[in-house]
Structures are given as C-alpha cells and as structure tokens.
C-alpha cells in the first residue's frame, strides 16, 4: 500500500509544490512511497481528448484510475480540495490550454450538430462536482481533532456583534420548489428505469434511456417550478428594496451544476429584468447567457457597436440604482453577488455571514443587513434558524461553545450530488415520468417550459454502512446523535423505513439517538453548542456540505481545520484536506504580492490518519510512529501560532510547513518507540533548529514582488516549484535527510 496524493488547483496546488517534498523525505525514512496523481480541472478536460491531442500533450485520466482504487483495500488517497468547475471557469481553462497548445475543442453552448454534441457530453463529465462522486466510496466522518479544538478554546476568533435590531433574515420559497414537489420511493428489485417527457402534444422523448438501479435503492424526483421560482424571486427584488437591506442569491452553482446555475440564472434575469426586457435581442446577439451572470454579461456587451453597448450600460446603472443594494463579492473591484455563479457558495456564504453579525459588504465596502434568498426550503430552514437564534441570543463564543462533528450519507454519489445527469430543463409541457423495467411509472410531475426535474438516487449498502458509522461514532464519544430527517419530507420518510430497522437491530444500548426535522435538529445542535456539549449531526449529502462547513466556521475560524475522513466501503481511506471556497483569492494575493496565506492545516491533519491506516494495514510499526510525530508537531505548531499570515511580509504557507518540518523533525528525535528513526531525524532536527532563522528569512524576503507561473489552470510545474520553494537553505536539508 501506497499513499496517493492528489493534485489539484489553485491555492491547494500552490501549496502541495512547497509540502509534498517535505511529506516525501519524512515518509521515505519509514519506506513509504507518496504518489502525487493530478486530477486538477486542467487535467480532467486534457484526458477528455487523447485522441485531439499530440502525445507530448496527453494526459492520464487519473480520477478514473482512483475511482478504481478507491473501490479496492489497498485504497489510501489524500484528497486536496479541487475547483468544481462552472461554466465559466470551464470555459476560461479551456481558453487558458488552448493558448498553451493545446489542441481541444471550444466548450458548444448550444450544440447544433452530433460532433458538437459528442464535444459538450465529454465537457459535461467535468463539470461541477465530478470529482467527489467518483472517489467518495465510502461516507463521511468529519470532525475537529483534539488538538485543533483545543487551540481554538484557548485563541477564540473574534465573532462579530449581532443587534437584536438586525434586519438580516432568510427568505426560501414554501411551494413550487424541490422541496414541496419531492417524490420518492424504494425500488424493490435490481433492474434499470427510463425517464421520459410526455408532451402535451403527444410527443414523447427520452430524456435518460437507462439507469440501473439495485435491491433496495432509494429513487426520488422533484421539479422547481419556473413561474414560481420567479414570482418568489420577484418578490424579494422589491421586499430588499422596501426593507432597506442587501439582495443576496445563495445557492451552489458549483455542485449542483446543472439546477443551481439555471436558477442564478433565473435571480440575474429578474433583477435586471427591465435590461432583458428592454434589450433581450442585443444580448441575444452578443451570446449572453444570464446562467454565466452579470460579469459574463458585461464582458460580452463590450463587442457591441459603441450605441448598443452604452444603451445596455445605461440600463444595467438604472436596474443598480433603482434595485435593492446587491451584496458584493468584492466591493473595490465592484464585484457583485450575481456577477459570478460560483463566487456565491452557500455553505461557505451564509457561514461568513452570520460569523459577522449576519452582515454582508455593500458597495462601499461596509457591512450591512441582508436578505438571504435561499430559494430551495429543503434546507434553508438550517440558516433560518441561526439567524434567529444568534439575533436572539448574540454570536457564539468559540472558547466556550461545543462542537458538532458530522456523519454524513454520501457514499456512491448518494442524494442530490448524483442528480446531475438526471437534472433537465423542459422546454415543452407536458410531464415527466420515471418508468421501470415492465412499463410501470414509479414517478411523475407535470411540467411547464423552464421547470427544472431532477432525479436522485441513495442506494441501500450506503444507508446500511452510515447507520452503522454514526452509531460507532456515538458510541466512541458519548456524545447523542442526531439524525437529520423528516418525516414530512418523502425522500426522508423512505430512508427511515431503512434507518429505524437498521437502529433497532444494532447495539444502541447507552446512546442517545434523535431522529429530528431541519427545524428541530439545528434548534437542538445551537442549544447545546452554546451550552458547551458536543453533539454528532448524521446527515445527507447535502446538509453534510453545509454543516460541515458552518459548525466549523463559527468554531474554529474556518472548515479547512477539519479532519475529514472517508472509512471506504471495501476496506480503503480516503482522507479530505478541507474547503476550497477561498482558494482563488489566495491565488489572486500570491500572484500580485508572492504571499500565500492558505492555510495547510487541512492536509497535515490528514496524513496522521493515512499513515495509520498504512500502519495497520502493512503492519509498519514506523508508519505508526510518523502518525503520533506529525500530530504532535500540529499542536505546537498551533500552539505557536505558526499558521499563515494575511499579511504579506510575515510568514506564509512555505513558512508553516518549514515549522511543520522543524517540529515534526524534532518530535521524532525525541521519541523513544525507534531508536532508528530517532537518529535519523536528530541531525535533520538539530540543522533545521539551527538555520531556523535564516531559512524564515530566505522564506519572506521573497515576498512583496509579483509572481509569473504562466498560467491559472494549468500553471508552468517547474517556474510554480521555484516560486514554492525559495529557499535553498531548507531544500539541502531536507536533500540532506
């Protein structure tokens, strides 16, 4: 067995050039091979067309070699965060490699022939969320280790001061959306269904031929409902206005790619609607989609004759003047919440947010009360809650408050996250039938042009497996588990009848199990947080995202301080490295300034878990050892506020992994379980200590000047490996072990 290590984009990337030498010298020692496999944006689309591209140009397809690993014992991967890609940043890497020479084909909008459409079904595998569905084969177990709480006891973050006057609030739809419409029902025997649109003209078209299905598999539709949606959206226009607050969209363009740009597309339309109105041909003509936002559409109407382009501008000032206050992604380069539909994430938003007093920026780049349109209510009723509760009661206090580790469902693309290939858009009415094997129809909606249906699917050895992780995770922490789910709801009233079996014949004797609606759990979870208790949150697929994310936030600072493990269902680990959502402008401030603030704790939190799983698995005694050094070395390093600066000039990401080296060098010196291994590190440990502050000094001076990489996406390996690793005092040592 072989930890695998992947690459991936952005800021994590930047990073693993400067720590993955460190990780390979240090596992060396203990004969412990780390194969570093590139599944970045650049080189998904890359191994999407071997056959356009010349042989110095093609690429493995990594994710399906670790889709296929990960389904084996011999599974060990750490997984850094990964762009998923929208249609934007889709169509922006593609640019970038075809600027490089890279022979790839454009990205079709509106494919008009087979070759087109072949073209577009090759994009679309890598698009949005393609990753975790592939190698998420197992569920999830996250949480904030011991030492990574404790610190932030002992270093609160600051919270921002909530005022019972705060007009902040969440506003969700109560019909007509996934939620109201939902379907659901558990298939009885192994076998395959179609989908099909019935036309109201007698039509019927298949939109998905065959999905296999097994024994046990959970299936359910939904419809979001375009008249309503835009009603709902319409309403909160001229409500942010009256109430005098920020229009904010959020929503997960990224994940949901299919649904959730569609409706970001549908809040950009709206707001702006007297310039789609007024100037629906001109865009038409300049190829705006309002699905890509307001950034696209601005870009696009610069190759307008100057007369249509100023008529268009002059529009887009009077919707901005005459509209509620936009909340802005970044107030001093005039970045909107609906000028890109992956610069809003939810569950990375809505956390910040609340976090500062429930406020978002305005255009003057000050904070001020908003509505937050969250236009699903399956799960808005999560931040609804917390809203209330931190107007009613202020912010948290993350040196008191306790913490909510989560087990979530998502093994084999369960929920929601495997919807994409089975989320259409209509563009007839009529309905939409799920049909089995013998002509029976298991699920159906009436549909209008514009409505968006989608499937999903959770099949039953993931639901068995979760109860069964959630029950060992109580069992271990004493700590009551909570079941997010609802009886209400027919997708969740399907998983109780496999969960309250499941519970009952298992051993729950002496744990506190609750099976509690969105409402009730995040009550319940908030009362005890503030309280001081820890309590486990067993989830879905999609509340684990955004748990995952907020619990950790308003705890710890950020969800990038996680531990997140993945206990594979044949035997393996994959082990996660936290959120990406910042990592752009991370990127943005390394480039401008050479300062790279992301914060590695992620990935070091990770490596103590796989080299125990590696421990056990290959019975190597030193992989063990390198386990208990490295988390040791991660509590002083938080304890000695080693972590990276936002400022540039101090220390970076490449200073904290040298004092992550430094410690992890000196703690296995010092112990005692091999006395081999020991002496190795004691001369590495004594010329770090020594050279410690020459090598900080070589670290920083660097910083203050502007980095070329060539490249975004697919940046230059060796100028971004010289870029990550300027000093030659640290690289002979670790050369030297």
Same mark, same amino acid.
Not at 350 to 359: E, F, L, N, T
Not at 533 to 552: E, M
């Given at each position: 067995?072989?930890?695998?290590?992947?690459?991936?984009?952005?800021?994590?990337?930047?990073?693993?050039?400067?720590?993955?030498?460190?990780?390979?010298?240090?596992?060396?020692? +203990?004969?412990?091979?780390?194969?570093?496999?590139?599944? /970045?944006?650049?080189?998904?689309?890359?191994?999407?067309?071997? @056959?356009?591209?010349?042989?110095?140009?093609?690429?493995?397809?990594?994710?399906?070699?670790?889709?296929?690993?990960?389904?084996?014992?011999?599974?060990?991967?750490?997984?850094?965060?990964?762009?998923?890609?929208?249609?934007?940043?889709?169509?922006?890497?593609?640019?970038?490699?075809?600027?490089?020479?890279?022979?790839?084909?454009?990205?079709?909008?509106?494919?008009?022939?087979?070759?087109?459409?072949?073209?577009?079904?090759?994009?679309? *595998?890598?698009?949005?969320?393609?990753?975790?569905?592939?190698?998420?084969?197992?569920?999830?177990?996250?949480?904030?280790?011991?030492?990574?709480?404790?610190?932030?006891?002992?270093?609160?973050?600051?919270?921002?001061?909530?005022?019972?006057?705060?007009? /902040?609030?969440?506003?969700?739809?109560?019909?007509?959306?996934?939620? &109201?419409?939902?379907?659901?029902?558990?298939?009885?025997?192994?076998?395959?269904?179609?989908?099909?649109?019935?036309?109201?003209?007698?039509?019927?078209?298949?939109?998905?031929?065959?999905?296999?299905?097994?024994?046990?598999?959970?299936?359910?539709?939904?419809?979001?409902?375009?008249?309503?949606?835009?009603?709902?959206?319409?309403?909160?226009?001229?409500?942010?206005?009256?109430?005098?607050?920020?229009?904010?969209?959020?929503?997960?363009?990224?994940?949901?790619?299919?649904?959730?740009?569609?409706?970001?597309?549908?809040?950009?339309?709206?707001?702006?609607?007297?310039?789609?109105?007024?100037?629906?041909?001109?865009?038409?003509?300049?190829?705006?989609?309002?699905?890509?936002?307001?950034?696209?559409?601005?870009?696009?109407? #610069?190759?307008?004759?100057?007369?249509?382009?100023?008529?268009?501008?002059?529009?887009?000032?009077?919707?901005?003047?005459?509209?509620?206050?936009?909340?802005?992604?970044?107030?001093?380069?005039?970045?909107?919440?609906?000028?890109?539909?992956?610069?809003?994430?939810?569950?990375?938003?809505?956390?910040?947010?609340? *976090? &500062?007093?429930?406020?978002?920026?305005?255009?003057?780049?000050?904070?001020?009360?908003?509505?937050?349109?969250?236009?699903?209510?399956?799960? !808005? +009723?999560?931040?609804?809650?917390?809203?209330?509760?931190?107007?009613?009661?202020?912010?948290?206090?993350?040196?008191?408050?306790?913490?909510?580790?989560?087990?979530?469902?998502?093994?084999? +693309?369960?929920?929601?996250?495997?919807?994409?290939?089975?989320?259409?858009?209509?563009?007839?009415?009529?309905?939409?039938?799920?049909?089995?094997?013998?002509?029976?129809?298991?699920?159906?909606?009436?549909?209008?042009?514009?409505?968006?249906?989608?499937?999903?699917?959770?099949?039953?050895?993931?639901?068995?497996?979760?109860?069964?992780?959630?029950?060992? *995770?109580?069992?271990?922490?004493?700590?009551?588990?909570?079941?997010?789910?609802?009886?209400?709801?027919?997708?969740?009233?399907?998983?109780?009848?496999?969960?309250?079996?499941?519970?009952? %014949?298992?051993?729950?004797?002496?744990?506190?199990?609750?099976?509690?609606?969105?409402? @009730?759990?995040?009550?319940?979870?908030?009362?005890?947080?503030?309280?001081?208790?820890?309590?486990?949150?067993?989830?879905?697929?999609?509340?684990?995202?955004?748990?995952?994310?907020?619990?950790?936030?308003?705890?710890?600072?950020?969800?990038?301080?996680?531990?997140?493990?993945?206990?594979?269902?044949?035997?393996?680990?994959?082990?996660?490295?936290?959120?990406?959502?910042?990592?752009?402008?991370?990127?943005?401030?390394?480039?401008?300034?050479?300062?790279?603030?992301?914060?590695?704790?992620?990935?070091?939190?990770?490596? !103590?878990?796989?080299?125990?799983?590696?421990?056990?698995?290959?019975?190597?005694?030193?992989?063990?050892?390198?386990?208990?050094?490295?988390?040791?070395?991660?509590?002083?390093?938080?304890? #000695?506020?080693? &972590?990276?600066?936002?400022?540039?000039?101090?220390?970076?990401?490449?200073?904290?992994?040298?004092?992550?080296?430094?410690?992890? !060098?000196?703690?296995?010196?010092?112990?005692?379980?091999? +006395?081999?291994?020991?002496?190795?590190?004691?001369?590495?440990? $004594?010329?770090? &200590?020594?050279? $410690?502050?020459?090598?900080?000094?070589?670290?920083?001076?660097?910083?203050?000047?502007?980095?070329?990489?060539?490249?975004?996406?697919?940046?230059?390996?060796?100028?971004?490996? /010289?870029?990550?690793?300027?000093?030659?005092?640290?690289? #002979?040592?670790? %050369?030297?072990?």
């Amino acid at each position: 067995m072989k930890i695998v290590y992947t690459h991936t984009d952005e800021a994590p990337a930047l990073a693993t050039q400067s720590l993955l030498p460190i990780l390979r010298a240090y596992a060396g020692a +203990a004969d412990i091979e780390i194969e570093l496999r590139d599944i /970045s944006l650049a080189s998904r689309i890359l191994a999407q067309f071997p @056959d356009r591209l010349d042989s110095e140009h093609r690429v493995a397809d990594a994710l399906s070699e670790l889709g296929a690993l990960v389904q084996t014992p011999e599974a060990n991967v750490i997984k850094l965060p990964n762009i998923s890609a929208s249609v934007p940043q889709l169509k922006a890497a593609i640019a970038e490699l075809q600027e490089q020479g890279y022979k790839i084909p454009d990205y079709p909008e509106q494919p008009s022939d087979d070759e087109q459409r072949a073209v577009r079904a090759r994009y679309d *595998r890598v698009k949005g969320s393609a990753v975790n569905p592939v190698l998420r084969q197992g569920n999830s177990d996250r949480r904030a280790s011991a030492s990574v709480k404790e610190y932030a006891r002992h270093h609160p973050q600051s919270m921002g001061a909530w005022s019972e006057d705060s007009q /902040s609030h969440v506003a969700t739809m109560n019909e007509g959306d996934f939620r &109201s419409t939902e379907q659901s029902v558990t298939v009885q025997r192994e076998g395959s269904v179609r989908i099909e649109h019935h036309g109201a003209d007698g039509k019927v078209t298949a939109l998905k031929e065959r999905i296999a299905l097994l024994e046990g598999e959970v299936i359910d539709a939904s419809v979001m409902r375009r008249e309503t949606l835009e009603r709902f959206l319409s309403e909160q226009v001229t409500e942010a206005k009256e109430q005098g607050v920020l229009f904010s969209v959020h929503l997960k363009a990224t994940m949901m790619r299919v649904s959730d740009p569609i409706i970001f597309g549908h809040a950009v339309r709206v707001y702006f609607a007297n310039v789609f109105d007024e100037h629906g041909d001109t865009l038409d003509s300049a190829g705006v989609d309002p699905n890509d936002g307001l950034g696209a559409l601005l870009k696009a109407i #610069e190759k307008l004759p100057d007369d249509q382009r100023a008529a268009v501008q002059e529009a887009i000032d009077a919707a901005l003047r005459d509209g509620p206050p936009l909340a802005m992604v970044d107030s001093e380069r005039g970045i909107t919440n609906l000028h890109v539909p992956s610069d809003v994430i939810i569950d990375a938003s809505m956390p910040a947010a609340i *976090r &500062s007093s429930g406020q978002m920026w305005n255009s003057d780049g000050e904070l001020q009360d908003t509505k937050f349109v969250i236009p699903d209510h399956s799960y !808005a +009723a999560l931040y609804a809650e917390t809203v209330d509760d931190c107007r009613e009661q202020g912010a948290f206090d993350p040196a008191t408050m306790g913490t909510t580790p989560n087990v979530g469902l998502m093994a084999q +693309a369960a929920e929601e996250y495997g919807s994409h290939d089975k989320t259409f858009e209509i563009d007839a009415p009529g309905a939409v039938r799920v049909i089995d094997d013998e002509g029976a129809t298991l699920l159906e909606h009436d549909v209008q042009p514009g409505d968006i249906w989608r499937m999903c699917q959770t099949k039953d050895a993931p639901i068995q497996d979760w109860v069964r992780l959630a029950l060992a *995770r109580a069992r271990k922490t004493g700590a009551p588990a909570v079941f997010w789910l609802d009886e209400d709801r027919a997708h969740d009233a399907e998983l109780l009848k496999k969960v309250r079996p499941a519970l009952e %014949e298992l051993d729950t004797d002496g744990l506190q199990i609750e099976i509690l609606n969105v409402v @009730d759990a995040t009550r319940f979870t908030l009362q005890r947080a503030r309280a001081g208790y820890d309590t486990i949150s067993v989830t879905g697929n999609v509340l684990r995202d955004y748990l995952t994310d907020l619990f950790p936030i308003l705890e710890l600072g950020t969800s990038a301080k996680m531990q997140s493990i993945v206990p594979l269902m044949q035997g393996g680990g994959l082990f996660e490295t936290g959120a990406g959502g910042s990592a752009p402008r991370h990127v943005q401030q390394f480039l401008k300034e050479n300062h790279l603030r992301w914060d590695s704790l992620g990935e070091f939190l990770a490596l !103590a878990p796989s080299f125990e799983l590696l421990a056990d698995k290959e019975d190597n005694p030193r992989a063990k050892v390198l386990a208990h050094t490295i988390d040791r070395a991660i509590g002083r390093l938080l304890e #000695e506020n080693r &972590s990276p600066s936002r400022k540039t000039g101090e220390l970076d990401n490449r200073g904290s992994h040298f004092y992550l080296a430094l410690y992890w !060098a000196q703690e296995l010196a010092q112990q005692d379980e091999d +006395a081999a291994l020991a002496e190795r590190f004691a001369p590495l440990a $004594q010329r770090l &200590s020594a050279d $410690q502050e020459q090598i900080v000094e070589e670290l920083n001076a660097v910083q203050g000047s502007v980095v070329a990489i060539d490249g975004y996406y697919h940046p230059d390996a060796e100028q971004t490996a /010289s870029a990550m690793r300027p000093s030659a005092t640290f690289n #002979e040592a670790l %050369e030297s072990l």
